[in-house]
């Protein structure tokens, strides 16, 4: 075997040794994280009962931007970038991109601020279902370049 594949064998156990050797601080093992994965999508709406243009039928390049923390894995990853883009493009960004906002939404005023409620819970329950340490912390919607929202956990009451 030569000494490359033997390392590489090896780094598992060498890298466990010593995070249980390290003071408790330093034990990234459990540590809560937070990572950040970011969406576009293209959508049609128009706000009712709103004075002014946004009341006409128009379109948006939206920028949906996903906090989501977990605790640390034994390889020190919290939650998979690429399974946070497979849970965000099935439950929210696929089902809104290229539609009318105003026909695919539950009820509601399409604001932004509505949205972003409805994407919280969406993302939150799919997060738990597949992992139940997993949380959505933060979201922040662009709905033009220059104007965005965005909701925290804790405004969400949770
Ligand atoms: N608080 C909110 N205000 C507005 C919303 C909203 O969802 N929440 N939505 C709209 C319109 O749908 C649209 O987004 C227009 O937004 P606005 O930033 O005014 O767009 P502009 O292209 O005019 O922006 P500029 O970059 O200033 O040209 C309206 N308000
Ligand atoms: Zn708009």
Redesign the pocket.
Known sequence: MSEKVSQDFAAPFVFKQAQESAPSSLRYHLRRVTITKEFTFDAA?H?YA?Q???ANL?G?TYRLIVSVSDVLDEIGLAIDFGDVKTLVKTHVVDRLDHTYLNEVLPPMN????NMIVWMFEEIEQALHAFRDTARVERLTLY?????S?EITRQEMGL
């Not at 709905?143 to 104007?147: D, I, L, R, Y």
């Open positions: 709406h706000l709103y002014g243009k946004c128009h948006h399409t604001t932004a601020e709905e033009t370049p220059t104007s929202v």
